[in-house]
């Protein structure tokens, strides 16, 4: 469920609530560590690397790479050099 939830806060890019669910999940995950402890180490190291990925980065302007891009489309229609 807690995995569910990080999934859910990445597709909606929502950054503290995906770091929130993933270190709840490694908290749990960490409960079962006499059982199988390389396993869950593992599972935390991962969880824990997840974590640390900007999942909403910052995006570029786009109107003014849309004018950039459309001055370079009339300029190669035009026959110009760069």
């Known amino acids: 469920m807690l995995i569910e939830q990080a ?5 909606s890019a929502n950054q503290p609530l995906f770091e929130r669910s993933l270190q709840r999940a490694s908290g749990f995950v960490a409960l079962f560590a006499e ?3 390389e396993r869950v180490t593992s599972i935390v190291q991962t969880l824990d690397a997840l974590g640390g990925e900007a999942i ?3 995006l570029p302007e786009l109107i ?3 004018s950039l891009l459309e001055g370079e489309v009339e300029r190669l229609g035009n026959g110009m050099a760069p």
């Open 35 to 37: 059982q199988d402890e």
């Open 64 to 66: 003014e790479t849309r």
């Open 7 to 11: 999934q859910i806060a990445m597709l």
């Open 56 to 58: 909403a980065p910052e």
